[in-house]
Nanobody, 128 residues
Framework: QVQLVESGGGLVQAGGSLRLSCVAS????????MGWFRQAPGKEREFVAA????????HYRDSVKGRFTISRDNGKNTVYLQMNSLKPEDTAVYYC?????????????????????WGQGTQVTVSS
């Protein structure tokens, strides 16, 4: 079973930066795409970013393009989310996700909760 552990969340001022990390352990498909979702209180989970196994292709929601960068280090079984120019609307619990079935990352927005393996989440709070 794949286990995902996020870290790097915290409280920052608007315009600041955070780097989230997600370490995968256990059995995992080596070519599995990985990425991030987030959920703010009272809102639905929403897609943030995803990356293919090779790292050659990335996909972002429009609101974070140019500010967030996803990357992965397969040797460390780790995926990262560098978040720059943070805005208060970025405040949410950020969840690491691993694709259980290997899909096109551009379709992640439409996938159900059960499609992924999930981490426990890390809180990101951006103050005004």
């Amino acid at each position: 079973q794949v286990q995902l552990v996020e870290s790097g969340g915290g409280l920052v001022q608007a315009g600041g930066s955070l780097r989230l990390s997600c370490v995968a352990s256990g059995v995992i498909f080596t070519r599995s795409p990985m990425g991030w979702f987030r959920q703010a209180p009272g809102k639905e989970r929403e897609f943030v970013a995803a990356i293919t196994w090779s790292g050659g292709t990335t996909h972002y929601r429009d609101s974070v393009k140019g500010r967030f960068t996803i990357s992965r280090d397969n040797g460390k079984n780790t995926v990262y989310l560098q978040m720059n120019s943070l805005k208060p609307e970025d405040t949410a619990v950020y969840y690491c996700a691993a694709d259980r079935f290997v899909s096109a990352i551009t379709g992640w927005e439409a996938k159900s909760f059960e499609y992924f393996s999930w981490g426990q989440g890390t809180q990101v709070t951006v103050s005004s």
